[in-house]
């Protein structure tokens, strides 16, 4: 197993201490650092490397620092990729954004990102193709892992209550708008009506508890952060949206992916293994969280775990492009076929 780097780099009181230690223990995470190779292969003329009789082949993986990514480093740990013959080095960046371009420009082999961020990649014509999914919603309101939260004497009591309020979101334009405004739009509310904020997700929970927007979208462990502090759930708007909602994938490049048909395979396989692992094992997936997000054992054990499918689920692809045409953010469905 290789070592992680980096590549990036009165009444708000509490939540702002709360939120800031989760965001600095994150941050933690992202700030810039220097490859730490720990692999006690050997490298080989050709990019290889051998460990005994196996030979294996070095991949480094974009991931988040975030709860979604657990299966991988269980994966890791558990030694599934070592045996599909992959030596995995994960790099952290702060978002999808920046993990796009690091899998087409060959400084990741494999990268994960949102679904919505793959499909506008994909209208824009970047050639990526999604090789395994990367997480989903429980499908359960109320018991996700990520949902739209409020103050309890906000008056905010439905999801149709969000229409006209100012809501705190991490990007614009992207998958969480969608899923609010279909939430908002289900409920019998005018997603139109809505005023977006962006806000990275440590700075929500304070801007929700000062009033300075009327709600806000968040993921665990902020979910949880927001909980503790007296904020409750509006709605869960990735199961709203859909139960079986594929919130991200992991993916690589088109030409990657054509190169190198084996090693695609081979991460499959390791992959599959990891969410069937993550799945049957929870305790794991908790404890896993101090190796990469230096999540406080409370936190660890509070947050709400999402669902790790082991296999794509073409309708959320649709439905998700579907849903970024009917807000604009699309002219028109692209050919989707690399994400499926």
């Not at 995470?29 to 050709?46: F, I, M, V």
């Not at 409020?150 to 708008?177: F, Q, Y």
């Not at 019998?188 to 927007?213: K, M, Q, R, W």
Request: aromatic share 6%; charged share 15%; net charge negative.
């Amino acid at each position: 197993m290789r070592h992680t780097r980096t590549i990036r780099n009165a009444r708000t009181k509490a939540a702002m201490l709360a939120v800031a230690a989760i965001g600095a223990l994150t941050l933690a995470a992202c700030s810039s650092g220097t490859t730490e190779p720990t692999s006690s292969a050997s490298e080989t003329s050709t990019g290889t490397a051998t460990t005994g009789t196996m030979e294996m082949t070095p991949i480094t993986v974009g991931v988040i620092p975030i709860l979604d990514v657990a299966p991988l480093y269980l994966g890791i740990s558990q030694g599934f990729f070592a045996d599909a013959g992959l030596e995995v080095t994960t790099e952290l960046a702060q978002g999808g954004a920046a993990i796009v371009p690091g899998v087409t420009s060959g400084q990741f082999q494999f990268g994960f990102s949102n679904t919505t961020s793959l499909i506008l990649a994909t209208a824009n014509g970047i050639s990526i193709q999604a090789v395994a999914p990367g997480v989903s919603s429980t499908g359960v309101d109320g018991a996700d892992f990520g949902s739209v939260l409020a103050t309890a004497d906000s008056g905010i009591t439905s999801a149709a209550d969000l229409a006209g309020k100012k809501i705190a979101v991490n990007t614009l334009n992207n998958i969480n708008t969608s899923t609010i405004n279909k939430m908002v739009s289900d409920a019998g509310g005018d997603p139109s009506t809505i005023t977006y904020v962006e806000l990275a997700f440590p700075d929500i929970v304070p801007a929700i508890v000062s009033g300075d927007v009327d709600a806000g979208q968040v993921v665990e462990p902020f979910q949880t952060v927001g909980e503790g502090q007296g904020l409750v759930q509006v709605g869960s708007n990735y199961a709203l949206t859909d139960p079986n909602l594929m919130i991200a994938e992991y993916f690589t490049s088109t030409d990657y992916a054509d190169a190198n048909p084996d090693i695609v395979a081979a991460f499959q396989e390791a992959m599959t293994k990891s969410f069937e692992y993550a799945t049957a094992n929870p305790d794991a997936v908790r404890a896993a969280l101090a190796d990469y997000t230096s999540m406080d054992e409370a936190t660890q054990q509070a947050v709400t775990l999402p669902a790790w499918n082991t296999t794509i689920d073409d309708n959320t692809v649709d439905l998700l492009a579907q849903l970024a045409v009917q807000d604009g953010f699309l002219t028109e469905v692209p050919d989707l076929t690399g994400l499926k």
